[in-house]
């Protein structure tokens, strides 16, 4: 416990209570933080719709204690900062956790010849709660209907997070 102005404070209170930058500087920050959540998933075309709306409610919340807050960059100031950084740190922990929750995006399309043959998402948490969105040629086979000549492959992929692969064998059909 730390005296502070006659009050006995905690190490966490004292933090809550100033953070580790001022006040004044968290104000201003709290703007293009805001703005950045809101403007980040329509922007950026989230692929996923629940992690855009998750986002955006954090974005609109961002929003409601930059606007709120009772300090000095606050317009309406009637959150106490108490209440701010407890919510600062819910949030924080949400965008933490995110990723492995709602899973992240790993698309791919595949086309031959120009056309369509297969779409799939091997996502984190996508097949079953143990995935880690790995796909591996014995459980992930696309077999393409080759004609004689020339053909183009063309594979279409979308990656969030994690890294991207692809893993590929020919193999004799008559064999």
Do not use: C
């Not at 190490?11 to 920050?29: A, K």
């Not at 933080?33 to 998750?54: C, I, M, R, W």
């Not at 009637?78 to 924080?92: E, F, N, R, S």
């Amino acid at each position: 416990m730390v005296n502070v102005k006659g009050v006995q404070m905690s190490p966490f209170s004292r933090f809550m209570r100033r953070g580790p930058i001022s006040p004044q500087l968290h104000g201003v920050l709290d703007y293009p933080l805001a703005a950045v959540l809101v403007a980040g998933p329509l922007v950026l075309d989230f692929n996923s719709g629940t992690a855009k709306a998750f986002v955006l409610v954090l974005g609109g919340a961002a929003t409601v204690l930059a606007v709120g807050t009772a300090w000095s960059r606050g317009i309406v100031r009637v959150v106490p900062p108490l209440w701010h950084g407890v919510a600062d740190i819910g949030a924080t922990i949400a965008l933490i956790v995110a990723p492995f929750v709602l899973g992240y995006s790993d698309d791919v399309s595949v086309f031959l010849n120009g056309q369509i043959l297969f779409r799939g998402r091997s996502a984190q948490n996508f097949r079953d709660p143990g995935f880690l969105g790995i796909m591996n040629p014995e459980n992930d086979a696309v077999y393409l209907p080759l004609k004689k000549g020339k053909n183009e492959l063309m594979l279409a992929v979308s990656e969030l997070g994690g890294g991207w692969g692809f893993i590929g064998r020919l193999a004799d059909n008559e064999n």
